[in-house]
């Protein structure tokens, strides 16, 4: 089953922020975050995996409450390179599916001068 | 490669024909993953390996898609008798196999299928 994203859409003004939610009825292991610009791949931002380790972007933050089955990214004092779709990803870490990588439907954040 | 290659990059084909698609992943990762994306849409999972094995093939969407994987690395997706509603940017993504999804995917450019 794949996570599920809020909002779907976002428009900003450059230097604004924003709040990106993915949550998931699973027990999450790690919780992964991409964007995509259009007409491109998804490019790795982060990894957050249970017992608070993180890897990725500098730039940007993001959380996860594993007793929630949720994660939040934080995109803050915005730039016009941030525009684009983000995706988080859940991976199955147990059963038949292991390694299973799922994701989302997509947030779309637009940045605007 | 330095990165996952796929191709074709654009495949137009006629309504009931096959069609495969390929994927090249980074050379030692064994995880490889194959997503559709329809027009706007998001990331919808079909199939992904370990190695040469498919433990989840749930995401198939019908018996015209299959999927293999030969020698732990290139990987083809093959879809039968295709239809107007295949048409999508088939994407293809490969990682190391870590604990617990701690290691990255990588994505390629992805093929842009149109059925006509």
């Known amino acids: 089953q794949q996570p599920v994203q809020s909002p779907q859409a976002v428009i900003l003004r450059e230097g604004e922020d924003a709040v990106i939610n993915c949550s998931s009825s699973?027990?999450?292991?790690?919780v992964h975050w991409y964007r995509q610009k259009h007409g491109e791949a998804p490019v790795f931002l982060m990894i957050?995996?249970?017992?608070?380790e993180q890897k990725g972007h500098d730039k940007i933050s993001a959380s996860f409450n594993e007793k929630k089955q949720q994660s939040s990214l934080y995109l803050t004092a915005s730039q016009l390179s941030y525009s684009g779709t983000y995706f988080c990803?859940?991976?199955?870490?147990?059963?038949?599916?292991?390694?299973?990588?799922?994701f989302g439907q997509g947030t779309i954040l637009t940045v605007h001068p | 490669g330095a990165g996952v290659s796929q191709s074709p990059s654009n495949k137009v084909t006629e309504k009931g024909k096959d069609v495969e698609l390929r994927c090249d992943p980074i050379s030692g990762h064994t995880a490889l993953y194959w997503y559709r994306q329809s027009l706007g849409q998001g990331l919808e999972f079909l199939i992904y390996f370990q190695g040469n094995s498919a433990p989840d093939k749930s995401g198939l969407p019908s018996d015209r898609f299959s999927a293999e994987r030969t020698g732990g690395s290139v990987s083809t997706l093959t879809i039968q008798r295709t239809q107007q509603e295949d048409s999508a940017v088939y994407l293809c993504?490969?990682?190391?196999?870590?604990?617990?999804?701690?290691?990255?995917?990588?994505f390629g450019q992805g093929t842009r299928l149109t059925v006509v």
């Open positions: 699973k027990a999450l292991y790690s």
């Open positions: 957050l995996l249970k017992g608070g």
């Open positions: 993504a490969s990682s190391l196999v870590g604990a617990y999804g701690n290691t990255e995917a990588f």
């Open positions: 990803g859940t991976y199955d870490a147990g059963g038949t599916s292991y390694g299973k990588l799922t």
